[in-house]
């Protein structure tokens, strides 16, 4: 069965600083791996997703993450954060194609000014 | 750009009591999924939906759930007879065609409060 690990309930950064959201996954055969983000009272937003390819994946809003396959991780990373980028963070996995995504507890950012 | 939409937005409703929540999921995708959020915890998968069928369901999703698409656009949730544990967030989402993985594309989401 999947599974996603977000070790950090709690993250907080400056503004300007680079920031990271950790995210481990365990998965039988390859993943399937997304950032989707939260903001109070929205719905989940798609930010970046890694399929095959490249290990580093860039999506929206400047963020980006590394897929290392052998500590099983998907680090999201921002060069330099932003105060309008503090929200709830969730890093999720499936096994295939169209199928269920296992969320993380999510990690909440906090940027500040 | 398009998006998933769904109603109502908050939904007070007395244990016992059945509930629908509504979603339109984009137009020209044909998976379809809930997934619920109690507070404070994760979000957790209930049912996917394709080809007017359940393609998958988790242990979450027993008897007092169920799902429609009764017309060309809708895809309603309903549970049919409410308890105190359903209080979560509802969260609708769609994906498009079949192949290379696709991101869901999720709703605003239902907070369904039971009494």
């Known amino acids: 069965a999947q599974s996603v690990a977000q070790p950090e309930d709690q993250v907080n950064v400056a503004e300007g600083n680079p920031l990271t959201v950790k995210c481990t996954y365990s998965v039988s055969g390859n993943p399937y791996l997304f950032w989707y983000v939260q903001y109070p009272n929205r719905g989940l937003q798609f930010l970046l997703k890694?399929?095959?390819?490249?290990?580093l994946v860039k999506g929206s809003y400047g963020f980006e993450a590394e897929f290392n396959k052998s500590q099983t991780s998907f680090h999201l990373k921002k060069p330099s954060a932003l105060v309008s980028d503090s929200a709830l963070y969730f890093c999720a996995v499936s096994a295939r194609g169209n199928t269920p995504l296992v969320f993380g507890k999510g990690t909440r950012l906090s940027v500040i000014a | 750009e398009p998006e998933v939409t769904q109603t109502p937005s908050h939904q007070v409703t007395q244990m016992g009591q059945e509930v629908i929540l509504r979603c339109v999921p984009i137009s020209n995708h044909l998976y379809f999924y809930w997934y619920r959020q109690i507070l404070g915890q994760k979000v957790e998968f209930l049912v996917s939906f394709y080809n007017n069928e359940i393609s998958e369901k988790s242990e979450i999703f027993d008897d007092q759930f169920s799902v429609e698409r009764p017309d060309g656009s809708n895809f309603t949730l309903k549970i049919r007879s409410t308890k105190l544990e359903d209080s979560a967030m509802y969260f609708c989402a769609s994906s498009p065609i079949q192949g290379a993985q696709k991101e869901q594309y999720f709703g605003p989401g239902t907070r369904l409060t039971v009494t």
């Open positions: 890694y399929i095959t390819g490249d290990n």
